[in-house]
């Protein structure tokens, strides 16, 4: 079983749509998650990192879930511009190092 | 501005040849790291350093090396060793390397084999 995975998509939704992506992870010692954003032939950016009670940015919401072990994402009224590849990320268990997902696509048409 | 700079943003290698791959950062940022990202992965830890003159290996360093001789610098180095080399480099940092650090990226160069 890989230690982060996720739905590669793609996820094709129209515009004003909402979408939640969800993401797996093996170990149940892992402390931080994130979820970064990468546009084609660019570098992740953060989007968000996820705490424990779940935070909301703008559209974006983010939801931790220990006892199943995934986090969530979920995006409000989807623009054109929310079109990307989400990567889920988690801190290993025992060392300072971040386990990436392969990431899951979204686009969004007109 | 602050941020990570990485160059070039091509880079085009030889069989048989050694090629270094630039990463700065003005961040003040004490820990830095290299990923290796190709089609349908994530990205992999090929190495990483939390402090100056120190390093350690990642998931995939083998035919890789680097050096960390300055705070701001973290040079990759791709040998002859390492046989399938074409992919996309990123290079990052975070300001203490620990496990709860975001990590912030640089733009990235795509090496590809001639």
């Known amino acids: 079983r890989k230690e982060v995975e996720q739905d590669p998509g793609p996820f094709n939704v129209p515009e004003g749509a909402t979408v939640a992506f969800n993401c797996t992870y093996s170990?149940?010692?892992?402390?931080?998650f994130f979820w970064y954003r990468q546009d084609c032939r660019k570098e992740p950016k953060l989007l968000m990192s996820v705490y424990s009670s779940g935070n909301e940015d703008g559209r974006f919401t983010a939801q931790l879930n220990r006892a199943s072990q995934y986090i969530s994402l979920l995006i409000r009224d989807s623009k054109l511009s929310d079109s990307a590849t989400y990567l889920c990320v988690v801190s290993s268990y025992n060392t300072d190092k971040l386990i990436f997902g392969t990431g899951t696509r979204l686009q969004v048409f007109p | 501005d602050g941020g990570i700079t990485q160059s070039p943003k091509y880079l085009f290698r030889k069989e048989g040849q050694n090629v270094t791959l630039s990463c700065e950062q003005n961040?003040?940022?004490?820990?830095m790291y290299w990923y290796r990202q190709d089609p349908g992965q994530g990205l992999r830890l090929i190495y990483y350093s939390q402090i100056v003159n120190d390093f350690q290996k990642g998931d995939i360093a083998e035919g890789y090396s680097v050096s960390r001789e300055k705070k701001e610098s973290f040079p990759l180095t791709v040998t002859s060793a390492q046989k399938n080399p074409t992919a996309f480099y990123l290079c990052a940092s975070s300001s203490t390397g620990g496990r709860l650090e975001t990590q912030y990226f640089g733009p990235g160069t795509r090496l590809l084999v001639l």
């Open positions: 170990n149940s010692a892992s402390q931080s």
């Open positions: 961040l003040n940022h004490d820990a």
